[in-house]
C-alpha cells in the first residue's frame, strides 16, 4: 500500500520560500512507471495542479507557477520536495503530495493527508 | 489551458435517488477525464479515471461516461455515504486542471 506523508512549515512570511517535503512508503521514486508531485487547494476552493516529477528528474510545472517553483527527488530518502519562492497570501492552501501512473488519463491515484500552509507576517 | 466546467455547483438529493454530475471541456480532451470524491478535510479519492473506467473498490453504484468535450458522473442510488464534493480533472495536457466542484447533499 502506497503511503505519501507531507511534512515542513506550517507558516510562511510573505516574499519568504515555502519548502515542502514528501516522503512516500510502499512505493519508489526512484523506478519508472509514476509521476510524484502537488496538488494544492485554497481553503474553501477547488483543486490547482502545481507539477510533478519523473524518477529521471523531468519535470512538468504549472506554467502560472513555474518562474517561482521547484520540484525535485531524493531517491535516497525516497522523498520529493516542493519550492515556492516568493509567497503571498495567494499561496495560502492546503498542499498535497500525490502519485500518477504514466500512461493513459495518468489520474492521481495514492495522495498524501494535505498540510495547511499559511502565508503570513 | 483546458478549462473544465462542472454543474450543476450544488446539488440536493433524496437517498436512493440517481444523481448526475456533468463536465464540459473547452477543448476535446478524448477520454482523458478522471473523477474524484472529496470530504471534508479529507485528500481527493479517485473513483473513475478515463472517463468510465472504475477504480477498485469503488462503489458499482457510481458510473462515469463520455468523451471529447461532454462527461458525466452518475451515481445511480445515492447513498449517505455519498455526500462530499465531486471534481472532474483533464488530464489530456499540462496543466493538468480541474473543475470547480459539486457538491452533494441529502434532502
Known amino acids: 500500500q502506497v503511503q505519501l506523508q507531507e511534512s515542513g512549515p506550517r507558516l510562511v512570511k510573505p516574499s519568504q520560500t515555502l519548502s515542502l517535503t514528501c516522503t512516500v512508503s510502499?512505493?519508489?521514486?526512484?523506478?519508472?512507471?509514476?509521476?510524484w508531485g502537488w496538488v494544492r487547494q485554497h481553503p474553501g476552493k477547488g483543486l490547482e495542479w502545481i507539477g510533478y516529477?519523473?524518477?529521471?528528474?523531468?519535470?512538468f510545472y504549472n506554467p502560472s507557477l513555474k518562474s517561482r517553483l521547484n520540484i525535485s527527488l531524493d531517491k535516497s530518502k525516497n522523498q520529493i520536495s516542493l519550492r515556492l519562492n516568493a509567497v503571498t497570501a495567494a499561496d495560502t492552501a492546503v498542499y498535497y503530495c500525490?502519485?500518477?501512473?504514466?500512461?493513459?488519463?495518468?489520474?492521481?491515484?495514492?495522495w498524501g493527508q494535505g498540510t495547511l500552509v499559511t502565508v503570513s507576517s | 489551458d483546458i478549462q473544465m466546467t462542472q454543474s450543476p455547483s450544488s446539488l440536493s438529493a433524496s437517498v436512493a435517488d440517481r444523481v448526475t454530475i456533468t463536465c464540459r471541456a473547452s477543448?476535446?480532451?478524448?477520454?482523458?477525464l478522471n473523477w474524484y470524491q472529496q470530504k471534508p478535510g479529507k485528500a481527493p479519492n479517485l473513483l473513475i479515471r478515463?472517463?468510465?473506467t472504475l477504480e477498485s473498490g469503488v462503489p458499482s453504484r457510481f458510473s462515469g461516461s463520455g468523451s471529447g468535450t461532454d462527461f458525466t458522473l452518475t451515481i445511480s442510488s445515492l447513498q449517505p455515504d455519498d455526500i462530499a464534493t465531486y471534481y472532474c480533472q483533464q488530464t489530456y495536457n499540462t496543466p493538468q486542471t480541474f473543475g470547480q466542484g459539486t457538491k452533494v447533499q441529502i434532502k
Open positions: 510502499g512505493g519508489s521514486v526512484a523506478r519508472g512507471g509514476y509521476y
Open positions: 477543448q476535446s480532451i478524448t477520454t482523458y
Open positions: 500525490a502519485r500518477s501512473e504514466v500512461g493513459e488519463s495518468s489520474p492521481q491515484d495514492y
Open positions: 516529477i519523473y524518477y529521471s528528474g523531468e519535470t
Open positions: 478515463g472517463a468510465s
